[in-house]
């Protein structure tokens, strides 16, 4: 019971790790193409990459096992860690995420200019 709920932790962990990871690259590469400038700097995406880390594995780590683990067949060796469901999972994922970043990137500044009544505005 504790093989496999380890096996399904890690593969929630990774599942979850690249779609971060994805997403902070294209994020990162298509912004300095564009912008010319990076909008992620170096310590940033390392800050991303700890806590990231830290708060999925403590998340994944304190899952305790169920009984119906045991009711479902073990896995073989040849059975791929990253599987077609979890690459669907990080590509729709990721595609969702960088929808809203680059939204709010590229389009955000024109949403909440000085003076136009911004219910936001500080000042």
Known sequence: MWGRNVYDSIAKFLQFQLTVNVVAVIVAFTGACITQDSPLKAVQML?????????????????????????????????????GTMLRNILGHAAYQ?????????????????????PWEHG
């Open 47 to 83: 800050w991303v990459n700890l806590i990231m880390d830290t708060l999925a594995s403590l998340a994944l780590a304190t899952e305790p096992p169920t009984e119906a683990l045991l009711l479902r067949r073990p896995y073989g060796r040849d059975h791929p860690l990253v599987s």
């Open 98 to 118: 960088l929808l809203v970043i680059f939204t709010l990137l590229f389009a955000g500044q024109s949403w909440g200019q000085p003076g136009d009544g911004n």
